[in-house]
């Protein structure tokens, strides 16, 4: 079945930029009418929905990082990513990432991302 | 956006009671509603969509009914793996959103 899998630093300095990856096994990217998208989770609080991407790329935002965030995609990788830029200490959660059929499932483990100097 | 309000925000509960989670949406969203359960250190798990419709693999003890503004999640008899964080979270637009969570102990 299909699994996620996210990746990048876990560490972050203020000001810079967030980046991370999904890797997506078990089954094509770009098969079906999926979405793909990242949520977040601070510490001891609720979930977060930050964006989606189609396989062709058409991307959805949540308007609160709007102006922070890029989602990409590499299908032939097999794989999409995150781009939240500017971070501060808000930013530091876990940041999951999810297949989207309006409803999200499976999601990645999940990775921490701190944003520290 | 559209604000999801659970409640209660902790409950608990004994193994075998039935407990009853309920979800608010500050606007009309029919039926497009999740629920998702959550263990401490995990991912959040989809259990319930489309208001009603169990997940695939999810026990049956595991319910949920309501359209409109107005919905409900039930756990017909509690188990200990039951312990968790649970969401409810809506598909009506954009951006998804989610409840504050309900964390069950026992």
């Known amino acids: 079945q299909v699994q996620l899998q996210e990746s990048g630093p876990g560490l972050v300095e203020p000001s810079q930029t967030l980046s991370l990856t999904c890797t997506v096994s078990?089954?094509?990217?770009?098969?079906?009418?999926?979405?793909w998208s990242w949520i977040r989770q601070p510490a001891g609080k609720g979930l977060e929905w930050i964006g989606r991407?189609?396989?062709?790329?058409?991307?959805n935002y949540n308007p609160s990082l709007k102006s922070r965030v890029t989602i990409s995609v590499d299908t032939p990788k097999n794989q999409f990513s995150l781009k939240l830029s500017s971070v501060t200490a808000a930013d530091t959660a876990v940041y999951y990432c999810a297949r989207d059929n309006d409803w999200f499932a499976p999601w990645g483990q999940g990775t921490l991302v701190t944003v520290s100097s | 956006d559209i604000q999801m309000t659970q409640s209660p925000s902790s409950l608990s509960a004994s193994v075998g009671d039935r407990v009853t989670i309920t979800c608010q949406a500050s606007q009309d969203i029919s039926n497009y509603l999740n629920w998702y359960q959550q263990k401490p250190g995990k991912a959040p798990k989809l259990l319930m969509y489309d208001a009603s419709n169990l997940e695939t693999g999810v026990p049956s003890r595991f319910s949920g009914s309501g359209s409109g503004t107005d919905f409900t999640f039930t756990i017909s008899s509690l188990q200990p793996e039951d312990i968790a964080t649970y969401y409810c979270?809506?598909?009506?637009?954009?951006?998804?959103?989610f409840g504050q969570g309900t964390k069950l102990e026992i």
């Open positions: 078990g089954g094509s990217i770009s098969r079906g009418s999926f979405y």
């Open positions: 979270q809506h598909y009506y637009n954009l951006p998804r959103t």
């Open positions: 991407i189609y396989a062709s790329g058409s991307t």
